[in-house]
């Protein structure tokens, strides 16, 4: 992989993560400083640092991204609804340079977010 992100090492099995979901294209994992009950993150293998960076080409990836949260949701039986974040860039908030998605549950979440 291009980048050498601390995500890209837990892809590389470098760096251990309690994984709950991989696919050739997608790997998913429990956050280490949660800030929900449930708190997980969706990763694509594919090293794309941010959303914005992200190309016409990979629409069938950021919809399968989309399906994994779905069903991980199911999984993890949130019922009542979660939260899915993308923060994207320095102002956004994002600390890792490689797209990830947040899924958040498993208690009610205040708006605005931050």
Do not use: C
Request: cysteine-free; glycine content about 8%.
């Amino acid at each position: 992989m291009a980048t050498d992100t601390i995500f890209t090492k837990i892809v590389r099995r470098e760096i251990p993560a309690d994984i709950i979901y991989e696919d050739d294209l997608v790997l998913a994992f429990r956050d280490i400083a949660p800030q929900a009950p449930v708190h997980i993150l969706v990763i694509p293998k594919k090293p794309i640092p941010k959303l914005a960076d992200a190309s016409p080409e990979d629409g069938e990836l950021l919809g399968h991204l989309l399906l994994i949260i779905k069903q991980i949701a199911a999984e993890e039986k949130l019922d009542n609804g979660y939260r899915v974040v993308v923060n994207n860039g320095a102002d956004g908030g994002q600390t890792v340079d490689h797209l990830h998605f947040h899924i958040l549950g498993g208690r009610y979440l205040q708006w605005p977010p931050g």
